[in-house]
C-alpha cells in the first residue's frame, strides 16, 4: 500500500504585548488569542479551515500563498534561537483523499 504524501506547515507563534499571534507561514494565515494554547488551537482551526475551502471549491491553486520573506527571515532566526520551543505534529486531511499536514511550530514566548 502506498503512502500519501504529508504536507509541512510552518508556524511561528510569539507573545505580542497582551495576547498570542500564529503564523502559518505556507498559507500566510494569522490567528490571536489571550492563551498560548488558544493561539495553537486557533491556527490549526484556521489552517484546516482554508484547506476545507480549497478543497471544496476546487480552488487548489490558491491553497499556497507564502508570508512575506521578512516573516519567513524572523522564522528561521528563531527557530535557532535559545529560549524559543520547537513541536513537531501531524494533523490528519480534513478530507480523506487528500495528503496529510505536518505543522511545526516556532514559540517564544519572551
Not at 68 to 89: D, M, N, R, S
Amino acid at each position: 500500500m502506498a503512502q500519501r504524501a504529508i504536507f509541512h506547515l510552518d508556524v511561528l507563534i510569539k507573545k505580542e504585548k497582551d495576547y498570542y499571534s500564529a503564523h502559518c507561514l505556507q498559507f500566510d494565515l494569522v490567528a490571536t488569542d489571550d492563551t498560548f494554547e488558544g493561539v495553537q488551537k486557533a491556527i490549526k482551526d484556521l489552517c484546516i479551515a482554508h484547506i476545507e475551502n480549497s478543497i471544496a471549491n476546487d480552488n487548489m491553486e490558491y491553497l499556497f500563498s507564502p508570508a512575506p520573506k521578512e516573516i519567513w527571515t524572523e522564522y528561521f532566526t528563531l527557530l535557532e534561537a535559545a529560549g524559543c520551543q520547537v513541536k513537531h505534529e501531524i494533523l490528519p486531511s480534513p478530507v480523506k483523499t487528500h495528503p496529510s499536514f505536518s505543522i511545526q511550530e516556532v514559540a517564544c514566548h519572551a
